[in-house]
Structure formats: structure tokens, C-alpha cells
């Protein structure tokens, strides 16, 4: 990184934005949810990619994640529509204004059940959003019935045993000709706010199913999407990190020289020709 | 049976001198998918040319190819063009419906068949002529699989001898049919001719139908009321269009994607506009919405059965208060129904779609011309009142063919609602999407996208303020639901007013609306001239319904209420609407059978309510 001398003032992006442009309102989610971290990590992610708030619609459906659009970047338009037709209205959205950066937050009961045709279509089109599922396998806001991303022998609180196989959302996303399709976890800052930057980079619909724990109804024992049962199985098979394309520098200089370029992320780059 | 009609039946069956000039119906029955409709297009713009009335009902079945169809193509120099339901010429092609065609007729119409059907021996009272298609029709079409199609002109040339139809414009028309097609208009019209030739050597005429040259249809035009209300959309500046196929609606997107891609290309050779053929009713409307939302003019067209998939988003619409356009062009359900009959059924279940306290603004075209007009009208409401606006057509208008006089360029500016830009955010700092700041209701909206950092509001279908931030609380709930009834309260001096014939002295008044205006026009001058009862006619244009219709029912004893529905809709709306004391005076004439309704039911129903 760069050095300076001066005082540092209030750390901004390169659109002269702070980290606080791009918060929302206070969360009414449960504490320790995972939907909050996830929304912790779409501001950085905005922040750091200097995306304008204003170009930002953000668009969801029915349940504890689709009420999370409210808790980050309140300078972008929102719409929390109805219960897994989301897709429609942020298809309508972007064909109105293409100009549009699509945000679209679902959860697994939101997108695999009900909103699953619209999902695949979605999946299909290819237009230019970024589709987060917050996938806890339980509809959270009516108390924790199983979702269809359970997985088979999963048990909640109550002791009933899921029996069903689960949708696996990636997979179908693939075979529908997803152009961006990513799996992580909420607790996993270091993996999700790489593969934020890249959801945000990429051109084309970007598919990202989050495991996200729902504290209250969801994390305990017998269940496959805890904390802990997360943490147990975390199994990373690569680091992934995501380097940011920027327009290109060029330099001229001649030969027998040396030169040094500053890159776009203040470090720098000495080159020397023969 | 009008009592002039009876008479000329019963003089007919010999030849005799009295000539029925340009007032008939021609049905011509045919099997599904046999290209009788290129046919039957001719004959009715041959008559059209020749200045008379016209207008063409196509009755099909849900089905591709192989089932019965009826047209029915309806000439009158009055400029009567309901469906009557009497048949004067019948043009027998199947052999399926054939004997049930001839049976239903009254004595002394026509029949036209295929000779191997043999019909002439069924009844007495008729006028029969036999025309050997297969005979005449392997000469002027050497290729086998053609005949099938071309038998089919073949009865044009025979019924433009029997009619007089004047042969010049039988060939004006088949041109424009086959339009750039030289061979297939050529060997269509040698088909007419053979057909021409043979009533003229062996067919003498004994019926007493012809058509004349008048000059009642210069200057006008033909369409379907779905291609006016594409013209209509485009011209009013839609940008988005969702839609799922459905009958009898597909046509309108079908039309306007026609439309748009040659006139609505951008000067980069892109497109200005976006039409997407959705994944379902639901998502149709989801787009609608998504679109309505961004600032975009949005529609989507639909039938009953779409409109019930579409009503949660209706209430999402309407509480969030998104604008956007919905063509509803009615069909007979509940269900599946009749998928290719009409109806005005889905009056109630359109006004108050969707569940929770809602209610919708209706717009009801009676016309082609209204279907274009409309639409402009549609989208300027939709804007204005930022909500669903739906338009209420049907199969019959949607569908068939109407005479309609030219288009006019909109003149109306368009009405783009109370949309706040940067500028105004720069001059105002802030402001509160859901507040009412002049009192009519309606709140000023920004677009996402808007550059302001004070732009952004969050649209829910949940409770909210009129900060539009999430709100349970009592007060904040029912002042919103207020105002937003406050808007609808608004639009009943916006909406299309009512189209009133009123001589101040009759105790009876009609309501109707829709199509039902042809079979009105008609049954009032039957009541005047076979009863000598006069009547006044209020036809509704739009829901919520203006204070003339208040006023319409205040001055008639008794207010008949016609309508093509089992259950009375707009009856039941009106009951809704008026002052108690008015609605006794409401009186039903409701009828649902999948046809387009006729002046004569209308007329024997109300003598016989009237006790005469």
C-alpha cells in the first residue's frame, strides 16, 4: 500500500465514498444470524469495488433473508416483493434501466421451493444480477419448518427427521447455464468477500448459495446447517482471492531503462528494459 | 324474430320479386385448420369494399386442426354488426355439422353445400344449391395437397354470383390477402372464378339475399380489436412487454412485437423496447411490476386465467403502488371454461384483485377505435395514479374483425405521473414517498437509479409509513389504506367518462359497456320501432364510475343492466357504488352462453321484464 504523511481522514473508495455510504438500517434480525454477516460483507464488497449505491437496485423476496435488504446500502432502491416471484421484478427492473446493477436476495424457502420456476428461468436468461441465496434449510419467519435445501436425515429442534433429499441449488444453476455460480459460508468472511467482488465484477447472472445458520430455529444438534456443523466440515479446496480488472496502464520508456508504475491499488511496479 | 324478417322468410322458397338488399348473415361451417379463414377474410372485404356494413365473427373451437368452426360474416346497411342470431345463408363445408346447421335454420334461408353431402332432401323450407367442389376444384389446382385449401375459395366465387357481389373486389381483396404471394393469389383466384362460373351456368338464383354498392364504409378501416390495442400501446410508449400465451390474448403481444420491430428500432439498429415471452402468468406480471417500478411504460396481456396467477402481484401493485398496464381480454370461464368463447366475466374478480382491501381502475373499449385510444389512456392513468390499470376487451373484440375509422395520432401529451428527478432532490433535500403533499393522494416516487443520495426509498408490500420504512403500527396502516383509497376517489374525475344517449323523457335506461354496445345499439331501435318504446343507454367506460353514472340512475324508474356474465358483475358494482335508495331500480339482463351477445335477446328479455 501506498504511505502518506498526512493526518488520514475518513478512508475512501475511489469514488470518494465512505464505508457509511453504503450502510443500511439497524438489523431486526436475530443476533448471530448469518444473513447480518452476509449483509456485512455485500457493504464491503460495494465499498471496496467503489460500485455507486444509486446504480444499485436491490431486489428480494419473502422471509428473514429477503427482509435483510433493509439493513445495508439505504442509498439504493429497494423492492421486497412477494414470495419467490423476485426474479420477475428484478427481470422487469433491468430491462426498464439497463443501467442497473441487480441485487437480489432470496433465502432457500424463497428461492427452491415456491420461487423455484422463477429461479430457473432466471438461471436460464442470464441477465446481468447478482442472486444471493441465504440458505439455512428452515423457513425462519413461520418457526422453523424444513426448507428443500435440508439435507436428507437433518433434524430439527423438534426432533423431526427430514426424509426428503435436498435441491441443490448450484447444481441446478450449472445445468441451466449459470455463467457464475459460487457455494460458501456466512462465517467464512475471508472466502465470501473475495467471491463478492467477483459476483460484482462478473457480466451475466452470478448464482451464490450462502449457508448462513438460523440461530434460533436451526443450530443445533442433528442439523447440517449449524455453526458447528459448518466449522466440522469446512473443507476449503482452494484459496480464493479475486483481483479486480481496471483499465490498462500504459507506459512507454526506452531502452537501458528503468521505470516504476503505480498500479491501481497504490502498490508499485518497476520495470526495466533491455 | 323481427317481424320484417319473418315476412321474407315466408315469401321466400319461390322466387319471388322482393330483394333483401345488404341485410344478411352468412355462415359458412368448416373443419378447423381447412384455411377457411383466408376465405372467409375475402368475402368480407369484398362486401366492405362494395360500401355495406360488415362484420366477421369467427366461432372456433380449442383446437388445432380437425374440429367444427363457424363463421359467420354479418352485412347490414343500417350498420347493425352484432352477432344476429337468425342465419340467412349458410355456406355448408362439413359434413360433421352439416345436418345440424340445416336443421336450426329458419324456413326460407339458403344453403350452400358440397354436393356428396346431400343435403337438399332434409327439409322443404329451405333454398338449397349444390356446388361439386371436388369437381371443379381439381382443374385450377393441379397439386393434391393444395385442394383441401383451395376448395375452400371456390364458395367464394359461388356466393359473389348468388350475392352479386361485384367480382372486381372479390380480386381487390384476394391481392391484399396473399399481399406479396403472386402465385398463391393467382391460383386462389382461379379458384373463385371456377366457383364464379359454375352458379353461373347452373345455379339460378331463388334466395333473395344481395349485396349492393353503398358508400357506408369509405375512408374506414378492418381490425381486430387486439392489433388496434397493440397500435395503441405502441403509440403511447410502452417500453416493456411481458406476456405468456393464452387465447384469446396472444395476438395482442403477437401484433405489437410485429409493430415495435418495424417502427420502434433505435438508430443503432437496436432495440428501444423489450418484449419477453415469460416463464408464466406470474412472472409476466412480476416483470410488469419490476419494470412499472423502474420507470418503464410496462404491460403485460392476459385472459381469465392469467388474471387469477396475476393477483397476489396485483395487491403487491397496488399497496406498493407500481404502475403498469394489464390487457385482459376476456373469455368464458370459471376455469378452463370456454378457452375460445367470450365473455365480460372477469369484471369483479379484476376490480377487487388480489386479497386484502384492494380495488382496481377498469378501462372498457367497446370498439378497435377505443382499443387504441385506450391504451394511451391506460398507461396515463397507470402513471398518474401510480397503479394497475386494467383493460377490459374480449375474444369478440379482441379477435374478430370490426370496420373502424383511421387512427388519429395521439394528441394528448403523455402523462407521466409525479416522478421526482435529481434537480427536484437537489432543490427539495428529501422528501417522503408515501406522503400526501397535495392532497389527491398521491405521493411523488424517484426511479432506482436516480443520482441523489436521497433517491432511494424501499418499496414492500409490507406495512409501511409514508417514509415507506416498515411500520405495524395501527395508525400508520389505516392512514395509508386512506389515502391510497383517497387516490382511487381521485380517479373517478381521470377515467374515461361514460357515453350517454339520453332524450330526458324515458322512464327506462340501459347500462352496458363493452361489446355489449353493438347488440344495445340495435335492441333500441327494435324497441322503438316494433314497440314504439323509447330508451335511454349509458355505456360504461371505465371503473370507478363517474358521477354521471349516479345521476344516469337517478333520472329512470328502471335501469336494465346488460351484460354478457352469469352473475350480474356490473350490476353488483353499481349496487356497491349508488346511494341505497337508487339501487331497486337496478334490474339484470345477464346472459353467458360463449357468444357474442344479440339485440333480439336483449329485446325479448326486456319486454318480458317490462310485463309486455
Known amino acids: 500500500m501506498a504511505t502518506t504523511t498526512s493526518t488520514p481522514g475518513p478512508k475512501t473508495n475511489r469514488i470518494g465514498l465512505a464505508v457509511l455510504d453504503y450502510k443500511g438500517g439497524r438489523t431486526t434480525l436475530c443476533a448471530g444470524c448469518g444473513h447480518n454477516a452476509i449483509s456485512e460483507r455485500i457493504i464491503d464488497a460495494m465499498f471496496e469495488m467503489g460500485v455507486p449505491p444509486e446504480r444499485v437496485a436491490k431486489l428480494s423476496g419473502i422471509g428473514c433473508s429477503s427482509k435483510s435488504p433493509a439493513y445495508f446500502m439505504g442509498r439504493s432502491h429497494s423492492f421486497n416483493a412477494v414470495h419467490g416471484r423476485m426474479p420477475s421484478v428484478a427481470t422487469g427492473a433491468m430491462l426498464a434501466n439497463r443501467n442497473l446493477l441487480a441485487l437480489g436476495v432470496s433465502g432457500d424457502g424463497d428461492t427452491a421451493s415456491i420461487g423455484v420456476g422463477q429461479f430457473v428461468h432466471l438461471m436460464r436468461r442470464n441477465l446481468p444480477i447478482i442472486y444471493i441465496i441465504e440458505d439455512n434449510g428452515v423457513y425462519g419467519l413461520t418457526k422453523g419448518q424444513f426448507s428443500a435445501t435440508a439435507d436428507l436425515g437433518s433434524k430439527l429442534k423438534t426432533g423431526v427427521i427430514n426424509d426428503l433429499p435436498p435441491i441443490d441449488t448450484c447444481a441446478m444453476a450449472i445445468t441451466l447455464g449459470a455463467t457464475f455460480v459460487g457455494r460458501s459460508f456466512s462465517g467464512d468472511k475471508k472466502q465470501l468477500h473475495s467471491m463478492m467482488k467477483a459476483a460484482i465484477a462478473h457480466r451475466g447472472t452470478v448464482m451464490l448459495d450462502i449457508v448462513s445458520p438460523c440461530v434460533t430455529f436451526n443450530d443445533h444438534e442433528g442439523s447440517t446447517k449449524s455453526y458447528k456443523y459448518m466449522k466440522d466440515h469446512d473443507e476449503p479446496l482452494q484459496e480464493i482471492s479475486f483481483v479486480p480488472a481496471f483499465e490498462e496502464i500504459d507506459v512507454e520508456y526506452d531502452p537501458g531503462t528503468s521505470i516504476e508504475v503505480t498500479m491501481h491499488d497504490g502498490s508499485k511496479l518497476r520495470l526495466r528494459k533491455r | ?612
Open chain 2, 1 to 612: 324474430m323481427a317481424t320484417t324478417d319473418v315476412a321474407l322468410h315466408q315469401a321466400a322458397g319461390q322466387v319471388g320479386p322482393k330483394r333483401v338488399v345488404n341485410n344478411m348473415s352468412i355462415q359458412v361451417a368448416t373443419v378447423n385448420g381447412s384455411g377457411s379463414q383466408s376465405s372467409n377474410t375475402v368475402l368480407l372485404r369484398s362486401i366492405f369494399q362494395m360500401g355495406v356494413p360488415v362484420s366477421g365473427k369467427n366461432l372456433f373451437p380449442s383446437n388445432i386442426a380437425g374440429l367444427p368452426t363457424w363463421y359467420t360474416i354479418r352485412a347490414n346497411k343500417d350498420g347493425y354488426i352484432a352477432r344476429k342470431k337468425e342465419i340467412d345463408f349458410v355456406v355448408a363445408m362439413n359434413s360433421e355439422t352439416a345436418q345440424e346447421d340445416v336443421m336450426s335454420l329458419a324456413p326460407g334461408a339458403s344453403v350452400l353445400y358440397d354436393e356428396p353431402l346431400n343435403l337438399s332432401s332434409l327439409r322443404q323450407d329451405l333454398i338449397f344449391y349444390a356446388v361439386p367442389y371436388d369437381k371443379l376444384v381439381a382443374p385450377v389446382c393441379p397439386e393434391a395437397k393444395l385442394r383441401k385449401l383451395v376448395k375452400n375459395m371456390i364458395y367464394v366465387g359461388v356466393v359473389a354470383k348468388l350475392l352479386e357481389i361485384d367480382m372486381a373486389e372479390v380480386e381487390k381483396a384476394i391481392r391484399k390477402q396473399f399481399a406479396k404471394k403472386v402465385k398463391a393469389a393467382n391460383l386462389n383466384l382461379a379458384a373463385v372464378q371456377a366457383g364464379f362460373d359454375y352458379a353461373a351456368a347452373n345455379l339460378p338464383k331463388r334466395d333473395p339475399y344481395v349485396i349492393q354498392r353503398m358508400d357506408k364504409t369509405t375512408g374506414k378501416i378492418i381490425i381486430d380489436g387486439n392489433a388496434a390495442a397493440a397500435l395503441g400501446c405502441m403509440f403511447a410508449g410502452v417500453t416493456m412487454v411481458s406476456w405468456y400465451p393464452i387465447t384469446p390474448s396472444s395476438s395482442l403481444p403477437e401484433s405489437l412485437i410485429e409493430y415495435m420491430k418495424r417502427f420502434r428500432i433505435g438508430a443503432d439498429g437496436k432495440a428501444t423496447f423489450a418484449i419477453v415471452q415469460a416463464e408464466d402468468e406470474l412472472a409476466a406480471v412480476g416483470m410488469v411490476v419490476g419494470a412499472g417500478w423502474a420507470g418503464a411504460r410496462a404491460m403485460t396481456a392476459t385472459a381469465g386465467p392469467g388474471i387469477s396467477l396475476m393477483a397476489e402481484f396485483a395487491g403487491l401493485a397496488y399497496y406498493a403502488e407500481v404502475p403498469g398496464v394489464i390487457w385482459d381480454i376476456q373469455r368464458v370461464g370459471p376455469s378452463t371454461g370456454l378457452p375460445t368463447r367470450t365473455s365480460q366475466g372477469d369484471i369483479l374478480f379484476n376490480a377487487f384483485l388480489s386479497h386484502g382491501d384492494t380495488k382496481h381502475i377498469l378501462l372498457i373499449p367497446c370498439s378497435a377505435e377505443e382499443c387504441f385510444t385506450m391504451a394511451q389512456d391506460a398507461f396515463d392513468l397507470a402513471e398518474r395514479f401510480q397503479t394497475l390499470v386494467f383493460v377490459m376487451s374480449d375474444l369478440d373484440l379482441g379477435m374478430n374483425n370490426w370496420m373502424a375509422d383511421p387512427f388519429k395520432y395521439p394528441e394528448k401529451p403523455i402523462e407521466r405521473g409525479k416522478v421526482l428527478a435529481k434537480e427536484d432532490l437537489d432543490r427539495l433535500g428529501n422528501f417522503a414517498r408515501y406522503k400526501d403533499v397535495d392532497g389527491d393522494g398521491i405521493g411523488y416516487r424517484t426511479l432506482p437509479g436516480t443520482d441523489h443520495p436521497a433517491a432511494a426509498y424501499f418499496s414492500r408490500g409490507s406495512g409501511h409509513n409514508e417514509k415507506s420504512q416498515y411500520s405495524e403500527r395501527p395508525d400508520d396502516f389505516e392512514k395509508n389504506m386512506e389515502r391510497i383509497n383517497r387516490k382511487f376517489e381521485t380517479a373517478r374525475s381521470f377515467v374515461p367518462r361514460p357515453e350517454m344517449v339520453s332524450n330526458g323523457k324515458s322512464k327506462i335506461g340501459f347500462i352496458a359497456y363493452g361489446t355489449s354496445h353493438w347488440a344495445m345499439i340495435e335492441s333500441r331501435d327494435q324497441l322503438r320501432k316494433e314497440y314504439n318504446i323509447e330508451t335511454d343507454y349509458l355505456r360504461l367506460r371505465a371503473y370507478p364510475f363517474t358521477r354521471e353514472v349516479h345521476e344516469f340512475v337517478k333520472q329512470h324508474d328502471r335501469v336494465y343492466v346488460v351484460e354478457q356474465n352469469r352473475d350480474a358483475q356490473m350490476l353488483s358494482l353499481l349496487k356497491l357504488d349508488l346511494e341505497a335508495a337508487l339501487v331497486p331500480r337496478l334490474r339484470s339482463i345477464a346472459h353467458i352462453h360463449g357468444l357474442p351477445l344479440d339485440a333480439r335477446s336483449v329485446t325479448d328479455e326486456l319486454m318480458t321484464m317490462e310485463g309486455k
